[in-house]
């Protein structure tokens, strides 16, 4: 039985890809591209070479990330939507910290990390409480708590970081994620130490959830607030605590292009959508830590590989997001069927 | 013969298991005619296949001597058959009439809803049969024994002239269940025919005709309930004898456990739901709390175990006040609770078997260590649990929502048990479950009892009551009214108690 089920869960998403790109490809055909000519450029784009490979690798880091932290709260029942501002807040942090402290590398670059990880954890801390305290719904907060941090970080980085500039300086080198040597080996591509970090994290919310008392709580917090107050368990304290550490994942997914990919932090016109995709990543990583690797990256080989098939095969962009949009639908919709599915099978018997 | 329903050697299979096997139901006209069996045995199976959500695989099924093919619910309302779920499918927001009309709704010329026509029509089926039912109601006010009397409404209103009642007793009060026995018998005089899906023996002898008996899928047969007794239908249904008395030997009470003085509690709504209660409960005794549902039970529990705040007063467990206290607290204080809703506070449904048996212990040794979590203890502990006390579940690791609500039950009790807690509160511990699980809990307690823990009963059902407890506290408007002796009373004595009259007992002694 559960041999079977994992057999599935590994299918089931397999089986969704090949749909979506059968669909995209007929989208294509439709339009009178190649879906060949256009698959293959996707995939040059991704994987052609050491410079795409190291370009998906860097667009997939943050992904791992604020797929963890929508994956992390919904593990207890909350709807994180403010990853996005939590990875905003969280780029702004690393980037002060690596600007305004002067300290070797083995301190310097952890601060910068940490720093994110508090601000992105102060931006669910603020839900969480309203939430656990008042019962304010999390969704409609967080969604408030993006704007605001949209526009507090463009008002910090125009006058306190910079004297009404759009981009600050970049961080000192004692705080970067940048590699030389990563550079060197994928033909000066942006990738960075920070997928490191993203696996870490990933391992980190396994170990959280799956081994700890803490885990068991936030899961049954999640599952049954009556019955985890019966057993004696602090539902308000677990509230707090799980959008703490999701704002967390999701402030190192902003430190992730603060210290990695840019190295500065720049004025936003709109959102990064890192924290948007990453609702995306966690339903297709079925809220599953390493899930959520996998989907992560396929979201970030998807994203770089896109970028190759107007110039190679001459497909609109336009098309090209219709493509990978309908990818990700038929990913995610499998898991609505799967879902309902087992509801019908459960009622059933 | 006249029979208004026949099937015939029906056979329903699902993927590993026949669900039914031969099965043979036949409905008189005018019959009330019960279809017995224990959890799990296949009742609800056979009534789904009746009310056309299930194709059985052999078999065939007769409306009025005519072979039909009843291929949804649909059909088989047009045929005249409709069925009052246990679970009801009422829109709480909406009126009786709003609910009952839902799906064919009687429209005017220009296509608005006739909701004037409706009530009307409602009102009439509604006098007819004494049910005393408000059309314009909305049903989150009205009480669950009304609730269940819209869903009667609903299936009379579409034409039935069969009705399925699913274990209509299980969620109403010993008054409403004398209602509704009433009001089947005015259906049955109206020509209707009923059949009755339960496991209480005591229901079948008091309005049923005849009487199904199904056991593991199994058709066992079927006899007239005039010809029988709750005995032989109890070993018809679980294949062997069954002992209703529940053999215990006299208790022998030590120094209080638990000791309540003017305790005040506020509901919801920020009513005093109990008001200045004072109860003592002893080692090596069962206090039995009889009472009506609504006169303050839940919260008096709630309050005991920390779920709710309490007003005022004082609440002792050995000696140490824990009014007020939160519910982990309390629970380290000796305190085992088997909740009255097993679903909502008695399992996380999501989690494993495993990981339920250790709900409140998870943070100690030796099932975690720092906030590691020590997974090969918890499950070992939970393998001996589930062994000890007879759990059926396929393994440790399945999840609680697999299980049956008679396992299901045994889990909690498992667990609660096994903390050896001072007190152990038991609210409804047997409540939807069969003759055996109940055998099962009540021997259980008992053991408990007799290893000097003190234990607090609470219970709707009088006979749970009167069977199980050493003494009886009669809870009524929040206040314990009365102490009686099981051996010394009966239920028309508590029955008069629990509706508020003192009379009886200063009769008595007078």
């Known amino acids: 039985m559960t041999s079977n089920n994992k057999l599935f869960a590994i299918l089931v998403p397999v089986i969704s890809v090949l749909l979506g790109l059968l669909a995209g490809g007929i989208i294509m055909l439709s339009f009178g591209y190649s879906p060949i000519e256009g698959y293959a450029a996707l995939w040059n784009g991704a994987f052609g070479d050491a410079y795409t490979i190291g370009e998906t690798i860097r667009r997939t880091t943050p992904y791992i990330l604020t797929g963890l932290a929508i994956a992390f709260a919904f593990r207890s029942g909350l709807f994180n939507i403010g ?68 526009h507090v970080v463009n008002a910090i980085i125009r006058d306190v970081l910079t004297d009404h500039s759009t981009t600050t300086e970049h961080i000192s080198g004692s705080a970067s994620l940048a590699s030389e040597w990563l550079a060197s080996i994928t033909y000066f591509s942006r990738v960075h130490y920070g997928f490191i970090v993203a696996i870490l994290a990933a391992i980190l919310m396994w170990f959280i959830i799956q081994r700890t008392t803490v885990g068991y709580e936030l899961k049954s917090v999640g599952f049954n607030q009556h019955a985890s107050k019966y057993a004696g368990m602090n539902v308000s304290k677990n509230i707090m605590l799980s959008m703490i550490i999701a704002g967390g994942f999701a402030g190192l997914a902003g430190a992730m292009e603060g210290l ?10 709109g959102w990064t959508n890192l924290g948007f995709d990453g609702i995306a990543v966690a339903l297709i990583g079925a809220n599953n830590p390493f899930g959520v690797i996998l989907a992560a990256f396929l979201f970030g080989a998807l994203k770089e590989g896109a970028r190759e098939m107007p110039t190679a095969a001459g497909i609109p962009t336009e098309l090209v997001d219709i493509i990978i949009a309908l990818i990700i639908f038929f990913v995610a919709s499998s898991y609505i069927i799967r879902w309902a599915l087992t509801r019908f099978k459960k009622e059933g018997k | 013969m006249d029979y208004v329903i026949e099937m015939l050697n029906i056979r329903k299979e699902f993927p590993g298991i026949v669900a039914n096997d031969n099965i043979t139901l036949q ?23 009746l009310f056309g959500l299930y194709q059985p695989e052999k078999g065939e099924i007769r409306v009025k001597g005519e072979k039909v093919m009843i291929t949804d619910p649909n059909k088989a309302n047009e045929l005249g058959i409709g069925m009052v779920h246990q679970h009801f499918m009422l829109v ?43 059309p314009t109601a909305k049903i989150s006010d009205i009480s669950v024994g009304m609730q269940q009397r819209v869903e009667i409404l609903k299936t009379l209103y579409r034409g039935a002239d069969v009705l399925i009642f699913d274990e209509p007793t299980a969620v109403l009060t010993p008054q409403e269940i004398h209602e509704l026995i009433e009001i089947m018998r005015s259906l049955i005089k109206e020509g209707k025919s009923i059949i009755l899906i339960t496991h209480k023996l005591k229901e079948i002898m008091e309005v049923c005709d005849r009487c199904t008996v199904i056991r593991k ?24 004898e069954v002992n209703f008395k529940t053999e215990k030997e006299n208790a022998n009470p030590k120094e209080p456990v638990l000791e309540i003085r003017n305790l005040v509690v506020k509901d919801a709504r ?37 779920l709710t705040k309490s007003d005022s007063g004082s609440i002792k467990l050995r000696g140490k006040e824990i009014r007020n206290l939160s519910p982990r607290k309390v629970t ?171 009379a009886a007992k200063v009769g008595d002694k007078a």
């Open chain 2, 92 to 134: 709480e927001n909406f009126t009786v009439t709003q609910n009952i009309i839902l799906g064919s709704e009687p429209k005017t010329k220009t296509g608005k809803i006739d909701i004037k026509k409706a009530e009307k029509e409602i009102q009439q089926l509604s006098d007819n049969y004494g049910l005393k039912v408000d």
């Open chain 1, 260 to 269: 990695g990919t840019y190295g500065t932090i720049s004025v936003m016109s």
């Open chain 2, 27 to 49: 409905l008189k006209k005018g019959e009330i005619h019960a279809l017995l069996g224990e959890n799990g045995a296949g009742k609800s199976t056979l009534m789904n296949v």
């Open chain 1, 83 to 150: 990853a996005e501002g939590q990875v905003i807040v969280g780029w702004l942090a690393a980037v002060w910290v690596g600007l305004a402290v002067d300290a070797p590398m083995y301190i310097h670059l952890p601060l910068a990390l940490i720093a994110a990880a508090v601000a992105g954890g102060l931006w669910g801390f603020i839900p969480g409480i309203l939430k656990a305290k008042l019962g304010v719904h999390e969704v409609i907060v967080t969604i408030m708590m993006n704007y605001i941090a949209l």
């Open chain 2, 332 to 502: 380290e204080s000796g305190l085992g609770h088997i909740p009255q809703d097993r679903h909502k506070y008695g399992l996380v449904l999501d989690y494993s078997i495993g990981e339920n048996m250790v709900l409140q212990t998870y943070y100690k040794k030796p099932f975690s260590k720092g906030i590691v979590l020590k997974h090969n203890e918890i499950f070992d502990k939970a393998r001996s649990l589930i062994q000890e006390f007879d759990v059926r579940t396929p393994s440790e690791y399945t999840k609680a929502r697999a299980l049956s609500g008679g396992n299901q039950q045994k889990a909690i009790i498992a667990r609660e048990v096994d903390r050896s807690p001072d007190l152990l509160i038991a609210a409804q511990p047997t409540r939807g479950l069969d003759v055996g699980a109940i055998e099962f809990i009540h021997k259980k307690l008992i053991e408990e009892r007799d290893k000097g823990k003190a234990i607090l009963l609470v219970s709707f059902e009088l006979d749970e009551v009167l069977d199980v407890s050493d003494r009886i506290a009669v809870m009524f408007d929040g206040k314990i009214v009365a102490n009686v002796d099981p051996k010394e009373t009966n239920e028309q004595e508590l029955g008069l108690l629990m509706a508020g009259s003192n």
């Open chain 2, 270 to 306: 920020k009513v005093e739901a109990v008001k200045g209660l004072e109860l003592d409960v002893r080692a090596g005794e069962i206090v039995g709390i009889a009472g009506v549902d609504g006169n303050g039970q839940t919260e008096l529990i709630e309050a005991i175990t920390g």
């Open chain 2, 217 to 240: 899928g199994r058709g066992i047969g079927t006899v007239n309930v005039s010809e029988t007794n709750p005995n032989e239908l109890a070993s018809l249904m679980v294949g062997r």
